[in-house]
């Protein structure tokens, strides 16, 4: 079946078989035509495919990265496409012209046409082509018929009348009887091979539709269920992503983990939920260990849906792990509200930047958010503390205590005991460091929780008659931070105050002690180094990197400067504090109490000193 070619004249009808003229023409063995085809793809399309689909690549990969099938099923068909296109016209171009491919070249063969006077077409070269891609396509099982067709012709030769020759004397005869019989044996192998597939299919289908009920139930209570989550959401929420949602409010807050945010994708999708912003934002989360793929997630949460609040919390992680403080501040002024994550996001900086009032002013927009109510409750104690509302701090304390579980009321309330230790021993009888520290005069101190550690270890220097046995502290303790911070307050013991001034300063400036410590080696460090030193103090708190250990630590620096009169670098602290309004209403009192003409002795710009001033103003208003 020939298609005629309009564009030239038909010959003269010829019907004699071309394998009789002369010189004589032969079979091309099928070996020869395997090899050509393999040459053909393997050494000269391969390549070509390779270098013509590059630019797809990176969009297939990103797309299965990102779980979007559509996308993945439109960029595979591009370049399955593109492979095919370029087959097609290599072998039409390459039969057409030359009447063969590079590889039936190298092995002397040639496809013409089966009978005599026709000539081929390129649009029967095209039709041959698109064939044999089919055939290509069906495992190659329809080439088989080069041994059992006595003309050794697959499909796409019977169709287009064609065959495939060669004039070499390799070339090959009609099959022999036994080629046909082993080509009938393989393909009753393969129907058998078939039909035991389809039988242990069927087999398996039926085990399955008996055991379909229980498996679904299986399926709808495990699957996608975290525990903390389930408890938090309560009743069916029409919101398909009510669950997820909740899962990275409570990741957000540190009661849940990313398993949890990770069962919860699973489940939307066992549910088949379409994949939403969130979802994207959660695999940021679940893979936040492999920074390529999650930020690929970032990325697709805004190019889904800009202006969301799934959109600010993307650009709020990438700015939180570029410490771009100022970003994360405009994010969050300018984030859609009641997402309930983006919120405790909110907090954590604020508290992070002690930024107490804002602070403050966020818990009460998580007020509705009870699946989270033991972070708020510590959070909002700590906040009043800091925020020098102590009394406040209080009665939210002994609120906190009575939901909170024990662990947790009994890290919070050694929290607030060595804050308020620090100040004086007799927060020994308040309610924080009566319910947080033990009866005995020398317990057995846990140094793996700091607040605990350092309550304890204040407690003691309180009640203790003589000089504390530091010496036996530095045996016992295994971390490296208290050792140190024993060794100096054991050289401060024996008054020799500069190599306890050395380690205090060592101790303030490393960033592996906990914060709790090294505010209190500031504190320490402070409390007796001598005015020649003071300087070398106030230069290394400009330099601390904790805003939380920085306010502390720049209050107790002022009140020490202004007991020892140390005007000009009191004032500077005293600035620097204003500016972030961050000084103490005792500081405050301590700078009011500075007499006029000291400060006026100061030699320092005018601006310089007017926050302060405006500062006591509004302290000298407040109740």
């Not at 309610?431 to 003691?460: G, H, K, M, W």
């Not at 109490?593 to 500062?615: D, F, I, N, W, Y």
Request: glycine share 4%.
């Amino acid at each position: 079946m020939v298609i005629p070619d309009w564009t030239t004249r038909p010959p003269a009808a010829k019907r004699e078989v071309l394998l009789t003229e002369e010189p004589p023409l032969r079979l091309a063995r099928p070996l020869d035509r395997l090899g050509a085809a393999i040459i053909d793809v393997a050494i000269f399309l391969v390549p070509v495919y390779l270098l013509l689909s590059a630019p797809l690549k990176r969009d297939l990969t990103m797309s299965f990265i990102l779980g979007s099938e559509p996308d993945f099923m439109i960029v595979a068909l591009s370049m399955f496409m593109v492979g095919a296109a370029l087959l097609l016209s290599y072998q039409t171009i390459c039969h057409y012209f030359f009447g063969a491919t590079l590889g039936k070249k190298i092995f002397d063969l040639r496809v013409e046409p089966m009978f005599a006077g026709e000539q081929l077409t390129v649009w029967d070269h095209g039709l041959r082509s698109f064939l044999w891609l089919i055939e290509m396509l069906c495992f190659g099982l329809p080439w088989l018929a080069v041994f059992s067709n006595s003309k050794r012709r697959p499909m796409h030769d019977r169709i287009c009348d064609t065959v495939v020759v060669t004039r070499s004397p390799a070339g090959v005869a009609a099959p022999h009887l036994w080629e046909r019989h082993l080509v009938r044996a393989f393909f009753a192998f393969l129907l058998g091979i078939f039909a035991l597939i389809v039988t242990i299919q069927v087999s398996y289908s039926i085990r399955n539709l008996r055991a379909e009920r229980a498996l679904a139930s299986i399926v709808e209570r495990d699957l996608g269920d975290c525990e903390v989550v389930s408890e938090a959401v309560g009743s069916v929420d029409e919101d398909s992503h009510a669950r997820l949602k909740k899962a990275m409010t409570l990741y957000a807050a540190g009661l849940a983990d990313r398993s949890c945010l990770e069962s919860e994708v699973e489940g939307e999708i066992a549910r088949q939920v379409p994949v939403a912003p969130i979802t994207y934002l959660s695999q940021a989360f679940i893979y936040a260990d492999e920074a390529e793929i999650s930020n690929s997630y970032l990325d697709e949460v805004c190019e889904m849906a800009p202006g969301t609040v799934e959109c600010a919390m993307s650009q709020l992680v990438t700015s939180w792990s570029d410490e771009d403080w100022e970003s994360v501040g405009r994010i969050l002024q300018s984030a859609p509200k009641g997402s309930g994550y983006m919120e405790v996001w909110a907090l954590r900086h604020y508290m992070k930047q002690a930024q107490y009032a804002q602070a403050l002013e966020t818990l009460d927009e998580l007020l509705a958010h009870r699946e989270i109510a033991e972070f708020t409750l510590v959070q909002r104690v700590k906040a009043l503390f800091n925020a020098y509302r102590e009394a406040e701090a209080t009665a939210a304390y002994q609120q906190a205590i009575l939901t909170l579980p024990e662990d947790q009321a009994g890290d919070l309330g050694a929290w607030m005991c060595s804050q308020q230790l620090q100040r004086s021993c007799s927060a020994r009888t308040g309610v924080a460091c009566r319910q947080t520290l033990p009866n005995e005069l020398t317990p057995e101190i846990d140094f793996s929780y700091s607040a605990r550690a350092l309550a304890s270890v204040l407690s003691l220097e309180c009640l203790a008659e003589k000089e504390i046995d530091y010496a036996r502290f530095v045996d016992e303790v295994n971390d490296s931070s208290w050792k140190l911070f024993f060794q100096a307050n054991m050289n401060r013991a024996r008054g020799d105050r500069l190599a306890a001034g050395e380690l205090f300063a060592k101790l303030m400036g490393s960033e592996q002690a906990p914060d709790l410590l090294r505010i209190e080696a500031a504190r320490r460090w402070v409390s007796f180094a001598p005015r020649a030193q003071m300087e070398r103090v106030v230069e290394s708190w400009m330099k601390f990197k904790p805003r939380e250990a920085w306010v502390k630590i720049g209050n107790f620096l002022f009140e020490r400067l202004a007991e020892t009169k140390n005007s000009e670098l009191a004032i500077k602290v005293a600035t620097q504090l204003a500016e972030d309004e961050s000084l103490s209403p005792l500081a405050a009192k301590f700078l009011a109490s500075l007499s006029e003409g000291e400060r006026e002795t100061v030699r320092r710009p005018a601006q310089a000193k007017e926050p302060v001033r405006e500062m006591l103003e509004s302290t000298e208003e407040s109740p």
